[in-house]
T-cell receptor, first 115, second 113 residues
Framework: GENVEQHPSTLSVQEGDSAVIKCTYSDSASNYFPWYKQELGKRPQLIIDIRSNVGEKKDQRIAVTLNKTAKHFSLHITETQPEDSAVYFC??????????????FGTGTRLTIIP | SAVISQKPSRDICQRGTSLTIQCQVDSQVTMMFWYRQQPGQSLTLIATANQGSEATYESGFVIDKFPISRPNLTFSTLTVSNMSPEDSSIYLCGARPTVGEQFFGPGTRLTVL
């Protein structure tokens, strides 16, 4: 089945600087890669996603890049703000060994924006 | 995006008892999922709730411990049976209304004494 690795596990960034979180996946058949933001005590919220036929996608201060050959994808947050502080999870959508489809999550990155 | 609600939001239970968690989606969805999230950790898929057939469980999770129902395309339940303190966790319902995108319910915080 799919295996998703995520780095770093913690990241501290000065307000206004950029933050980058990286993930790798193992299953070349995976075709959809979402990113979730989870604030303390809240549900994971989908913030951006990318499909396998696209190399980059932007939404205001957030961007995601995908390199299918290398099987890695990254989240870029520019001009960081205190409200960006949260735990971020990457995920990959693919098939399990049983043939059903599911999201496999990375281990998470705790991002802290320093004012 | 789908709006997903869960009940209860939290509960404290005695060991040996069972708790049923409900998940309601505001629109019909193809796929519904149940996850467990330990404090400070990632999401672990328990099972996929299939409408009209038995749930598909991930390795390490069994139907006797986590029976799941999905009577229609907007509703599912997860029961945590014969609970022990190790079952203390947050249980999240997920739903996939369109190809790819998946959303989550607010979670149920379970404490087993």
């Amino acid at each position: 089945g799919e295996n998703v690795e995520q780095h770093p596990s913690t990241l501290s960034v000065q307000e206004g600087d950029s933050a980058v979180i990286k993930c790798t996946y193992s299953d070349s058949a995976s075709n959809y890669f979402p990113w979730y933001k989870q604030e303390l005590g809240k549900r994971p919220q989908l913030i951006i996603d990318i499909r396998s036929n696209v190399g980059e996608k932007k939404d205001q201060r957030i961007a995601v890049t995908l390199n299918k050959t290398a099987k890695h994808f990254s989240l870029h947050i520019t001009e960081t703000q205190p409200e960006d502080s949260a735990v971020y999870f990457c995920a990959a959508w693919g098939r399990t060994n049983f043939g059903n489809e599911k999201l496999t999550f990375g281990t998470g990155t705790r991002l802290t924006i320093i004012p | 995006s789908a709006v997903i609600s869960q009940k209860p939001s939290r509960d404290i239970c005695q060991r040996g008892t069972s708790l049923t968690i409900q998940c309601q989606v505001d629109s019909q969805v193809t796929m519904m999922f149940w996850y467990r999230q330990q404090p400070g950790q990632s999401l672990t898929l328990i099972a996929t709730a299939n409408q009209g057939s038995e749930a598909t469980y991930e390795s390490g999770f069994v139907i006797d411990k986590f029976p799941i129902s999905r009577p229609n395309l907007t509703f599912s339940t997860l029961t945590v049976s014969n609970m022990s303190p190790e079952d203390s966790s947050i249980y999240l319902c997920g739903a996939r209304p369109t190809v790819g995108e998946q959303f989550f319910g607010p979670g149920t915080r379970l404490t087993v004494l």
